[in-house]
Structures are given as C-alpha cells and as structure tokens.
C-alpha cells in the first residue's frame, strides 16, 4: 500500500495532464480494494476490449460524460508503471487521444484517489485519499 498521494493535498490533479486516472465508484473501490487484483471492468470495457482510462486533462470532462448523477464517483491514480498490458493512447472524443489499457490495472496501481464531487456543470476534485482511506 502506498501511503501518500503523489501530489500535494492542494494540487489540481487536472493540471497534470500525465497524470492517469480510472473512474470508479466508492462501492466498486471497496469491493476491488478487499479482495485485491485488478480492477473492475465495466460493460464498455468488455465490449470495447480495454480499460478506458482518462489523463487528468481528460478526467473531468469523461466523468461529466459517463458519470452524470452519481454521488460516489472517485478517480483513481495510476502508476503506469504498475499497470499490466499494452498501455495505448488512442483517438477518441473529437480526435482526442486517449488512454486505453488492453491488460489489467492492479488495485496496487493505484497511488491516490480522488473524491469527485458533483457540480451543476459536471464535477470538481475533492480531496485525494489514499487507497486505504478511500476503501473504509
């Protein structure tokens, strides 16, 4: 388990567009976090054949996207470096290029996740947890 995020507490993960994020529920996290391995695919990941990811420049704009109306979203920071399988930047939304992972993403990938909290417009970043915090 990792012990602190890897950015400042006051940070704006967005402003670091390396940065890669997995959106996920509270529920899904805690779930993922208790019996460990990768974590969870949802339908579009199974039909589309990878993990949709999303670099922080991206995260926000996605979650308002796929997440509209849900109260325990959080984005999850990744360690690339942890992640398994062909990580890839792909054309999507408006010919953006966006990361797909075709392999698994290790629940000890993630390094901080962050509270999503729903706005009018879409979300904002609350503050990061570890991973940890976020599953109790």
């Known amino acids: ?10 940070a704006d993960p967005a402003a670091r567009d390396e940065a890669l994020f997995r959106l996920i529920t509270r529920a899904d996290w805690r779930a993922a976090h208790a019996r460990g391995g990768d974590l969870p695919e949802r339908a579009v990941d199974r039909t589309d054949g990878f993990l949709h990811l999303s670099t922080g420049a991206q995260v926000l704009e996605t979650a308002a996207k796929h997440f509209a109306g849900c109260d325990d979203l959080l984005a999850a920071m990744l360690d690339p470096s942890a992640l398994t399988g062909d990580l890839r930047f792909e054309p999507s939304r408006g010919g953006a290029l966006f990361p797909h992972l075709y392999g698994g993403a290790p629940v000890a990938s993630v390094t901080a996740l962050y509270v999503l909290i729903p706005q009018p417009d879409g979300f904002a970043f ?7 915090d976020a599953a109790a």
Do not use: D, E, V
Request: net charge positive; aromatic share 0%.
């Open 126 to 132: 609350g503050a990061p947890l570890t991973p940890a």
């Open 1 to 10: 388990m990792r012990s602190s995020p890897s950015l400042p507490t006051n």
